[in-house]
């Protein structure tokens, strides 16, 4: 699936890859918007549908915009096969639903997006998976969660807001060894940032919604990982339970790929910059970003990451009341949940997006009630650092 662009480097294949053009003979690719394709013939009809002929049959199946995103994406990431899905939940559903069944048990670390916990602690278990959480950078914590009906171990690295940062390589190595699968959600890094396939990772899950798309537009998402099970388990899952990505958010992605490297370093420039300046403030307790070398795992950060990324966040001294006020009294700075946006963004995680979790869950997870989340956008770092100085003033 990754074409003819296998020998090209990383910004290369951004832009290239899994390019189809069209006899029309465009630069740009185009947009599939069409549920259905037309036959010519009823025989033919009989063969595409009963897969002996290969080809579209109808855009819950394939759609060539969103056959261009996957197969670019897979490029990136560098597996086999990539399935995108209308959402970053519905590729984590997606993939459970195409490798899990009733029976098994899941590992998963705590921190995790706040709606894949809930997704693995309340709904996957009504069907009769069950999920141990377990700390995100503790192998031992792992090991001895595993049981006999363990099948998947699933990380986000880093794991957002805290920057939490999991060994993949041992994680995989530790999934093989009891016949698990190891899926990784490289939504904060991205492939231009971080390769878990390469380190051992099974399967990537992501949110195409955040870096991806890069400006705030489109939700979507995407597995990548083996034709096997990608090619056939998840991708089985998805025609069939049709959580399929829309021709015109596959495009807005495509396009996104095009400048996902270059942006991710200016993403990743800015939020060093931020991270080191905001260490300096006397109200700040703590600041979690990979990036400072007082970051517990910024050795690890650094051997299996190529940066550091958009994500940052800090602690203010006090609670609930002081973050609020830090984050009433920003200008800029959009006050919003979404993250990878050229937009930069600030959230009190505590009451959005992890407002759901139970007060116990939180402090496992470690979102204090003074923690505060920026997502640092592509603006003049200058302005970011003025705007948050209104946010220092109101304190
Ligand atoms: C946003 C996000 C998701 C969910 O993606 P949606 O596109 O919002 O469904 C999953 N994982 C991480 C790390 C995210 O940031």
């Not at 690295?157 to 995989?172: E, H, R």
């Not at 089985?236 to 958010?249: I, K, M, Q």
């Not at 940052?312 to 973050?323: I, T």
Request: aromatic share 8%.
């Amino acid at each position: 699936m990754t074409d003819e662009v296998d020998e090209y480097g990383f910004s290369t294949r951004g832009v290239r890859a899994g390019v189809r053009r069209t006899e029309q003979g465009e630069q740009s690719e185009p947009i599939f918007t069409t549920s259905s394709f037309v036959f010519g013939s009823a025989e033919q009809a009989a063969a595409r549908f009963s897969g002996a002929e290969p080809g579209n049959v109808y855009s819950r199946f394939t759609n060539p915009t969103v056959n261009a995103f996957e197969r670019r994406l897979a490029a990136l990431e560098g597996g086999e096969r990539c399935v995108a899905t209308s959402s970053g939940m519905a590729a984590i559903l997606t993939a459970c639903l195409g490798l899990l069944k009733a029976g098994d048990h899941v590992i998963c670390a705590h921190g995790v997006f706040g709606n894949t916990a809930l997704l693995f602690g309340n709904y996957l278990g009504r069907f009769g998976i069950e999920t141990s959480f377990v700390s995100l950078t503790e192998l031992a914590a792992w090991e001895s969660a595993l049981r006999p009906n363990t099948r998947l171990l699933f990380v986000e690295t880093p794991a957002n807001p805290l920057a939490q940062i999991a060994d993949i390589a041992a994680l995989a190595a530790l999934a093989h060894r009891h016949g698990c699968l190891l899926a990784v959600d490289n939504t904060v890094c991205t492939a231009a940032l971080q390769r878990p396939l390469a380190l051992g990772a099974d399967i990537v899950v992501l949110s195409a919604t955040k870096y991806i798309d890069g400006q705030g537009r489109c939700i979507g998402g995407a597995i990548v990982g083996s034709e096997a099970l990608v090619g056939r388990e998840v991708y089985g899952a998805l025609r069939t339970t049709g959580a399929c990505l829309s021709p015109f958010n596959a495009w807005v992605f495509l396009k996104g790929l095009e400048t996902l490297a270059v942006r991710m370093r200016a993403h990743s420039a800015n939020a060093q910059h931020l991270a080191e300046w905001l260490g300096r403030q006397s109200v700040v307790r703590q600041v979690y970003y990979a990036g400072l070398p007082e970051h517990p795992q910024s050795e690890l950060a650094r051997r299996q990451q190529s940066g550091f990324g958009g994500l940052l966040a800090f602690e203010l001294e006090g609670g609930r009341a002081e973050a609020w006020r830090f984050i009433n009294a920003v200008k800029l700075i959009s006050v919003t949940a979404n993250l990878g946006d050229t937009k930069s963004s600030i959230t009190h995680p505590a009451t959005t997006t992890h407002g759901r979790l139970t007060a116990e869950a939180r402090e496992a997870a470690g979102i204090r009630e003074g923690l505060v989340r920026i997502a640092a956008g592509l603006e003049d770092v200058e302005d970011l650092m003025a705007d948050l100085k209104r946010g220092f003033a109101a304190l």
